[in-house]
């Protein structure tokens, strides 16, 4: 086989005194040089200042934190699908359909899957506090719907007037008629 290039060789060697920096620049935090051994003591010491396991109440206080965080996501939604409600405008337009449609589609399937979502958080000693974080879930799910149908409302698909139930009403019998 073909000998190694030259930068593989200088990287595996040692360096050699020549080429070491010179003693008034200090290494950087963090770094020790090879050709400094450690004294046994501080050895140690660095063992010892290992962190321990985490114990279960870490772990279901960390689990509830992050359900938390899971549980207020679609409150952050809520301003960009706002903003993006005044972008698209109130008429009937494909961009327009599609949010209105993002803006059910997503919270409903949310909310039917809220115990698939937290399921990885729940454990026995914060299972009541979960409750709570499902519930804010829900509302914030709710609140989206409720954004979704004001745009509904807005680009005047919801029958809110009279006029809009016409079919459903019945004709007036008249008494009299008046002819010219």
């Known amino acids: ?30 770094y020790s040089s090879p050709s400094v051994k450690m004294p046994s003591s501080q050895k140690s010491k660095s063992h010892q200042a290992a962190k321990p396991p985490p114990t279960e109440a870490d772990t279901s206080h960390l689990k509830l934190k992050k359900a938390w965080e899971l549980a207020l996501g679609p409150a952050k939604q809520i301003p960009m699908n706002a903003i993006g409600m005044y972008m698209t405008g109130n008429s009937l337009q494909i961009f327009s359909i599609m949010m209105v449609l993002m803006l059910f589609k997503n919270p409903l399937t949310a909310i039917l899957s809220v115990q698939s979502h937290f399921a990885r958080f729940e454990t026995d000693s914060n299972r009541s506090q979960m409750l709570g974080v499902k519930a804010v879930y829900v509302l914030m799910n709710l609140g989206l719907l409720g954004l979704g149908l004001y745009k509904v409302n807005k680009m005047g698909l919801l029958p809110t007037t009279r006029s809009d139930w016409l079919l459903w009403e019945a004709q007036r019998d008249v008494a009299e008629r008046g002819v010219p």
């Open 1 to 30: 086989p073909p000998p190694p290039p030259q930068w593989v060789l200088d990287l595996n060697s040692k360096p050699s005194p020549s080429q070491r920096p010179p003693a008034g620049i200090p290494d950087p935090p963090g």
